[in-house]
């Protein structure tokens, strides 16, 4: 496959003829909406040959109840694990099942697709944020931790579930080794039952780096207690924080190359976010917040807008900038470029795959390119 980026003048015949390609699959491929108007700077995925890849990787996307089924059918033949999210717990380790719909429709579907259903694991409070009160209570006390295995154990029986992401932020630091020894048991249990578990770990770049969201997180502990682990590599760009990519590749390197150094890269996969923000200008901290958009519509909105589509080249993801009401915009998202980019760091260090937070809106030209570049390993 090969990556278009479009010039002043160009129109999707112009390209197919100039590229002998298929019109109507490059329209297609990369979910143009007619009249087929094109953005300057836009980068669109031209389909050639169908090659062999000669990789292979393990592919994860969370995922809500009440995402699409149409979205998820179009999707689940290129995961080997679908994440649902999620599962909470009480103080006392009884399990909380999902909040936002019921789960039990996804699970069949995933085996249809030959993927693993996985049940994630948050310890979200009644606020729908994370509750490090609900982390500490749990993994200090041996009852209630026994009490939630033996809730995961018996939902993941009578569900269908195949094993358990165990998804905490903002642990406190003083429960890190507690922490650990919480995944140990569960992932003992698991594996005894025929179960995997994977945890989600903040994107550190040091042992010692400071925050609540690394301090409690050991990453070689981690890594040797669980079967694989996701690296959290977005979020740079958020909703309150300041206009930047979501998931700058030299920022996602150095995470990747400090886990490297704790945990083997046959455990690791890199997170990858599907979606983007858009942030009214000026940018003032506590007052600005962006709006979450896909990255199909990031593209619709610099096309309705006139707007020219740039490419910052350190970190390796396209933004653009409009005026609408009076406001000026800036909006950073993911593209063929991007993901092109993301892909070749798995590549260079042999990571065991990737992990997509998260699946709800349907991009076709980022799984074309995964499936072009990797062999996705169905268990």
């Known amino acids: ?123 979200f409070g009644p606020d729908g944020n994370f509750n490090n009160q609900l982390i500490h209570s749990v993994v200090n006390n041996e009852a209630y931790k026994a009490n939630l295995v033996r809730n995961l154990l018996d939902t993941m029986g009578e569900k269908g579930y195949e094993g358990v992401d165990i998804d905490f932020e903002y642990i406190l630091a003083e429960d890190r080794d507690a922490f650990t020894a919480f995944v140990w048991q569960v992932a003992e249990s698991m594996r005894q039952a025929g179960y995997q578990t ?54 996602v390197r150095r995470v990747v190359e400090y886990a490297l150094t704790e945990i083997p890269a046959a455990k690791i996969d890199l997170g990858i976010p599907n979606y983007g923000y858009d942030w009214p200008l000026p940018y003032e901290r ?48 993911e593209d063929v470029r991007s993901l092109s980019a993301k892909f070749g760091l798995m590549e260079e260090y042999n990571l065991r795959g990737c992990g997509y937070w998260q699946i709800m809106e349907w991009f076709r030209a980022n799984w074309l390119l995964l499936q072009d570049r990797f062999y996705i390993l169905k268990e």
């Open 1 to 123: 496959m090969e990556i278009y980026v479009v010039k002043p003048g160009d129109s999707v015949d112009s390209i197919a003829r100039a590229l002998n390609a298929n019109v109507e699959q490059l329209i297609y491929d990369n979910q143009l909406e007619y009249p087929y108007e094109l953005a300057v700077g836009q980068a669109l995925l031209v389909s050639g040959y169908v090659r062999e890849a000669d990789r292979t990787a393990a592919v994860s996307g969370y995922a809500y109840p009440f995402i699409s089924p149409w979205v998820l059918e179009q999707t689940l033949p290129f995961l080997t694990e679908l994440r649902v999210f999620s599962y909470g717990f009480t103080k006392e380790g009884a399990l909380v099942p999902p909040n936002l719909g019921d789960d039990t429709w996804m699970i069949p579907e995933t085996v249809r697709f030959g993927a693993l259903p996985i049940l994630t694991l948050t310890p």
């Open 198 to 251: 994977s945890v989600a770990l903040a994107p550190k770049t040091s042992a010692d780096q400071p925050g609540l969201l690394y301090e409690g997180k050991d990453y070689r502990a981690l890594g040797e207690a669980a079967d694989h682990v996701l690296l959290m590599t977005y979020e740079w760009g958020y909703t309150y924080g300041p206009p930047m990519a979501v998931a700058p590749l030299n920022q």
């Open 286 to 333: 506590g007052v600005t917040k962006a709006a979450t958009i896909n990255n199909v519509q990031a593209v619709r909105i610099a096309i309705e807008h006139g707007a020219a589509i740039r490419f910052d080249d350190v970190a390796e993801s396209p933004y653009f900038k409009y005026t609408t009401d009076g406001v000026e915009h800036e909006v950073w998202f």
